[in-house]
């Protein structure tokens, strides 16, 4: 536990814009509880009340270059911000503007703030704030200390509930806040409840403060947070902690949680003395006598109540005179358009000067070599390119690509990482929001599944915030089948990407397109799952000349390796040059489509109405596999042209078998897709 001094309050303390800026938070709640939830004009409303004041005291605290990740009793923190009131309720009752345009609830707040501290985009998932909150803090370190930009107190706040102290984010940021020494303050708000379930549930001893006293690296600070005098204290030196010794902090507040977990919720499972005993605690009543200590009485307290009244009654109309925003822009942002986000990104170099047409140059190289010198390249020209994952440093990844880039670019720029896959993912939302260009590794495919919470929220967050905030990066992933198979190390799942929003998704099956793409990944302004097929990492088929260093290949523009007029077979990754020794004798148009999202219709639609039978293959599953959306498209927009049905050679819908004999009597071969090829044919 920190040394303090019980007695100390901070002088500098505007108890005036404390009150004002906590009865605007209790008329805000009055007013969505008592007529907009009843209207049903609002939906999700969560009270603060018992939060507030904590809350403000500590959103006083924050300036330019800190951010906060909040999560959904957080409009407390957003107010001390300075959060226009309209948007705020406006926001709640999902009309155009605010923190989303009506795309988001309300209580997933999210506010650039230029020239004060960011409130970064929160989640709607219990403990999915705390690692991007750590990549922040990552990220105000190593650009003051490898690029010179500060300033150099800057910090990062993450709020949480102590019920949220259960969740894997939690104890992944404090890992990796611990482990790399960051700037991170982490404020537990424990009103004892995760909805009904009481604390004892979450924290054994109910006190994570307690738990975590002998944590190495981690300075606590534990107390009061209804408390004007003690709340504030211990706001102030926990802030001035991690500001001036650029470490982490826990600090746990005790506050009640007034009202039910939400508007619906009626606390049935709480008896009345507990209710009782919460409203007791109330901090209202004890600041307003605080406040009246520093010459803030009974009519400048009445004063202050009908001002904030007054304003939040302003706010609605304001909010409510900008309508609903229109249907038809719904669909706009999910993607980079052309108009820069407010927040985070355009961190990767320019596509000036780079062409889309390859140069070959020099012998044929692997997959694995020429990633690597793409990694290598962009890490010497940009310095905001940071490399890491598990075992990416001095082991070089599990697969080689990473073979000597720490000792080139330090552990600053390539780093290993704690075994938690959503503390990297996580961590790297945060690197982007800050501006850097992170480049994640997932050691296999199976290992992302922690990390998908991450990875949806990442890609929902320049569509739900309608643009202001995006945290492009590449997230490297290797899978499929490689001289056996097994359910751990040989998934695909591509689909599962595709089917996330905001993500642009690579399949390249050889070394010139994995150049050109990873290059325009590093180079773009959306996240990118930049999928390395284990089997051609190293296959010779797969080997391909230097493209030449301004290579550069536009997402969405599929090639075709052969042309030919009885059948279009569609294909990518490790089945290219399977269906390339399938169709072999046969007048086919193979099309390599190279990205999943997006994907070439035109290029497919265009040979399929030609050739008039279509062929997908991929090792992915059948069922719900990215074949099955292929077909839909075809039967969709050429059915009048097809002169035998859309078909599909596929993995069946079974785990990949380990033993290369199984394996292979699963995975698509040659055999079989030239046996479909024959059978389209002759249909």
């Known amino acids: 536990m920190a040394d303090r ?49 904590a809350q403000v005291l500590l959103g006083m605290h924050l300036k330019d270059g800190d951010a906060a990740c909040g999560y959904y009793r957080s409009r407390p923190l957003l107010l001390a911000l300075g959060v226009p009131l309209a948007d705020a309720l406006g926001s709640g009752m999902g009309l155009a503007g605010g923190y989303s345009d009506g795309r988001d609830i309300g209580v997933v707040f ?11 985009p929160m989640c709607g998932g219990v403990g999915a704030q ?40 939690f104890w992944s940021a404090l890992t990796i806040a611990t482990t790399q020494q960051l700037p991170l303050l982490i404020y537990v708000e424990d009103n004892g409840y995760g909805i009904s379930v009481t604390s004892d549930y979450q924290t054994p001893g109910q006190d994570i403060a307690a738990n975590l006293a002998s944590f190495t690296g981690l300075t606590i600070f534990n107390g009061d947070g209804t408390d004007p005098v003690e709340a504030s204290r211990l706001i102030d030196e926990a802030v001035g902690h991690v500001r001036t010794k650029r470490a982490p902090v826990l600090l746990r507040l005790r506050v009640p949680r007034l009202e039910g977990h939400s508007y619906q919720d009626t606390q049935t499972y709480k008896s009345e003395a507990e209710i009782e005993a919460e409203w007791a605690r109330d901090p209202l009543p004890k600041l307003k006598a605080h406040c009246a200590q520093r010459q803030i009485g009974d009519d400048a307290w009445a004063d202050l ?15 409510e005179a900008r309508g609903v925003s229109s249907p038809e822009t719904v669909t706009r942002n999910v993607f980079d358009e052309g108009e820069p986000q407010q927040v985070g990104g355009r961190a990767g170099l320019s596509l000036d000067g780079t062409t889309d047409e390859p140069k070959p140059e020099g012998q044929r190289i692997n997959m694995v070599t020429a990633i690597r010198r793409v990694l290598e390249q962009e ?81 929902t967050m320049r ?5 202001r905030f995006a945290a492009p990066m590449v997230l490297r992933v290797p899978g499929g089948f490689f001289k056996c198979g097994d359910p751990w190390h ?22 010139e397109d994995a150049v050109g793409l990873l290059r325009a990944g590093l180079r773009g302004n959306d996240p990118v799952l930049f999928f390395e097929h284990r089997a051609m990492l190293d296959d010779s088929w797969a080997r391909r000349p230097w493209p030449g260093d301004r290579y550069v290949l536009p997402f969405g523009r599929a090639k075709k390796t052969r042309e030919g007029d009885k059948i279009t077979i569609v294909t990518w990754g490790a089945m290219v040059p399977r269906c390339e020794a399938a169709a072999e004798g046969v007048s086919a148009d193979l099309i390599d489509l190279r990205t999943l999202q997006p994907w070439d219709k035109d290029m497919v639609l265009d040979s399929v109405r030609r050739t008039r039978r279509c062929l997908i293959v991929h090792e992915d599953l059948r069922t719900g596999g990215f074949g099955a959306e292929i077909a839909a498209v075809v039967a969709d927009e050429a059915f009048l042209d097809l002169d035998a049905p859309v078909a599909r050679v596929t993995m069946p819908d ?11 009597w699963a995975l698509p071969s040659p055999t079989s897709i030239r046996a479909e090829i024959d059978r389209l044919v002759g249909f």
Not at 19 to 37: G, I, K, W, Y
Not at 305 to 319: D, F, L, S
Not at 654 to 664: R, T, V
Request: net charge negative; charged share 25%.
């Open 379 to 459: 890490l010497d020209a940009n310095p905001k390119v940071l490399v890491f994952g598990e075992d990416v440093g001095p082991k070089g990844g599990v697969h080689a690509v990473t073979l000597g880039l720490q000792e080139r670019f330090g552990r600053e720029r390539v780093f290993d990482t704690s075994l938690n896959e959503e503390g990297i993912v996580g961590r790297a939302v945060g690197m982007a929001l800050a501006g850097l260009m992170p480049v994640p590794e997932i050691q296999f495919r199976k290992y992302a599944e922690p990390a998908t919470e991450q990875i949806h929220d990442c890609g």
């Open 5 to 53: 001094d019980p007695g100390r309050v901070a002088a500098d303390v505007d108890w005036r814009e404390v009150a004002r800026l906590v009865l605007t938070s209790r008329e805000m709640d009055r007013l969505e509880e008592q007529e907009l939830v009843p209207a049903k004009k609002v939906l999700y409303q969560f009270s603060a009340r018992g939060h507030d004041m």
């Open 130 to 169: 705390y690692t991007p909150a750590a990549g922040w803090a990552q990220a105000i370190k190593y650009k003051v200390e490898a690029l010179g930009e500060g300033p150099d107190d800057a910090i990062a706040l993450v709020l949480g509930g102590d019920a949220s102290c259960a969740t894997g984010g």
């Open 463 to 467: 569509w739900r915030t309608n643009n």
């Open 490 to 511: 040989s998934m695909t799942n591509e689909v599962e990407f595709v089917h996330n929003p905001g993500w642009k998704v690579a399949v390249p099956s050889n070394a």
């Open 654 to 664: 079974i785990p990949s078998p380990h033993h290369p004999k199984l394996m292979e």
């Open 305 to 319: 109540e009908r001002e904030t009244a007054w304003q939040v009654e302003a706010a609605r109309a304001e909010a």
């Open 110 to 120: 999210n506010y650039p703030n230029p020239g004060g501290a960011h409130a970064l």
